[in-house]
């Protein structure tokens, strides 16, 4: 079992900069991949970035590429969401999710952090 925990949301004007964050427990934090992702109202939960367990291996959605960094501290448990730019269309609840080395499909899902950007 692993639990997540997100943190660091807020409002914030467009153009500005958030860093999110979001703290494991409960296993061997580096036997998991952690993904970032969002949902914003009235629309589906999308993918926002990934990083591998080891943190050699990153990936973004593209309307997030260049603006926003996934990094982790596996000695802290803890992986963060660096959010340069924001645009309003970035608003949205901000999900933190794990999935096991080997795996496709996240496994453990935090509660969210909502980040507001206003125009």
């Known amino acids: 079992q692993v639990q997540l925990v997100e943190s660091g949301g807020g409002l914030v004007q467009a153009g500005g900069s958030l860093r999110l964050s979001c703290a494991a427990s409960g296993s061997i934090f580096s036997n998991y991949g952690m993904g970032w992702f969002r949902q914003a109202p009235g629309k589906e939960r999308e993918f926002v970035a990934f990083?591998?367990?080891?943190?050699?291996?990153?990936n973004y959605a593209d309307s997030v590429k260049g603006r926003f960094t996934i990094s982790r501290d596996n000695a802290k448990n803890m992986v963060y969401l660096r959010m340069n730019s924001l645009k309003p269309e970035d608003t949205a609840v901000y999900y933190c999710?794990?999935?096991?080395?080997?795996?496709?499909?996240?496994?453990?899902w935090g509660q969210g952090t909502q980040v507001t950007v206003s125009s």
């Open positions: 999710a794990a999935r096991r080395r080997g795996t496709n499909e996240y496994q453990y």
């Open positions: 990083i591998s367990w080891s943190g050699d291996f990153t």
